[in-house]
Nanobody, 122 residues
Framework: QVQLVESGGGLVQAGGSLTLSCVAS????????MGWFRQAPGKEREFVAA????????DYADSVKDRFTISRDNGKNTVYLHMNSLKPEDTAVYYC???????????????WGQGTQVTVSS
């Protein structure tokens, strides 16, 4: 059983930056692909970014491409989401997730964190 704990959320002005972290425990971190998803009020949870178990492959939603960067440190059991040029529409609860397979389909991710709130003011 893998446990995931996100941190780093908060309130930031439009155009600002934040870095989210997600620490994993209870499993072999380097065996899992990791993803970030987000859910805004009244909307479905959507894919943001994913990184393969080795870190060699990444994928991004079009809405965050060129602004967000996903990375991982297998030595620290941690995945990061570096968010730049934040917009009010990026406001959401951000979740990290883990699965054996790399992808962007939220239904295929087996393990989930509790989420961290990101609020971007205009």
């Amino acid at each position: 059983q893998v446990q995931l704990v996100e941190s780093g959320g908060g309130l930031v002005q439009a155009g600002g930056s934040l870095t989210l972290s997600c620490v994993a425990s209870g499993g072999t971190f380097s065996n899992y692909a990791m993803g970030w998803f987000r859910q805004a009020p009244g909307k479905e949870r959507e894919f943001v970014a994913a990184v393969s178990y080795s870190g060699m492959r990444t994928d991004y939603a079009d809405s965050v491409k060129d602004r967000f960067t996903i990375s991982r440190d297998n030595g620290k059991n941690t995945v990061y989401l570096h968010m730049n040029s934040l917009k009010p529409e990026d406001t959401a609860v951000y979740y990290c997730a883990a699965d054996a397979l790399f992808g962007k389909n939220r239904d295929e991710y087996e393990y989930w964190g509790q989420g961290t709130q990101v609020t971007v003011s205009s």
